[in-house]
């Protein structure tokens, strides 16, 4: 069973930074895209960015230049690097990973969710 454990949300002032870290806990084959996707109260959940296998990167309009989103294979964890956060980054963060567990197997998954709060 694959579980995506996530960590570093919290509380941080307008203008700071923050870095999410995801971990895929299971066996696998091969862990495809990887994103984050956030959903804040009264809102539908929405992309932040993805990172496929290969390192290509899609964003966000609103994050562009603020967030970068990184992976390390080795250790199967994707990264989210969130700077200048505005009040409106404000949201639980969730990890997404599409994951190849068997070669009959491949299926997307998600994070418990990791809450984000900008605020003074």
């Known amino acids: 069973q694959v579980q995506l454990v996530e960590s570093g949300g919290g509380l941080v002032q307008p203008g700071g930074s923050l870095t999410l870290s995801c971990f895929a806990a299971?066996?696998?084959?091969?862990?495809?895209?990887m994103g984050w996707y956030r959903q804040a109260p009264g809102k539908q959940r929405e992309l932040v960015a993805t990172?496929?296998?290969?390192?290509?990167?899609k964003y966000e309009e609103s994050v562009k230049d603020r967030f970068t989103i990184s992976r390390d294979n080795a250790k199967r964890t994707v990264y989210l690097q969130m700077n200048s956060l505005k009040p409106e980054d404000t949201a639980v963060y969730y990890c997404?990973?599409?994951?190849?567990?068997?070669?009959w197997g491949r299926g997307d998954y998600w994070g418990q969710g990791t809450q984000v709060t900008v605020s003074s």
């Open positions: 997404n990973a599409d994951i190849t567990t068997s070669p």
């Open positions: 299971a066996r696998i084959i091969s862990i495809n895209a």
């Open positions: 990172i496929s296998n290969g390192g290509s990167t």
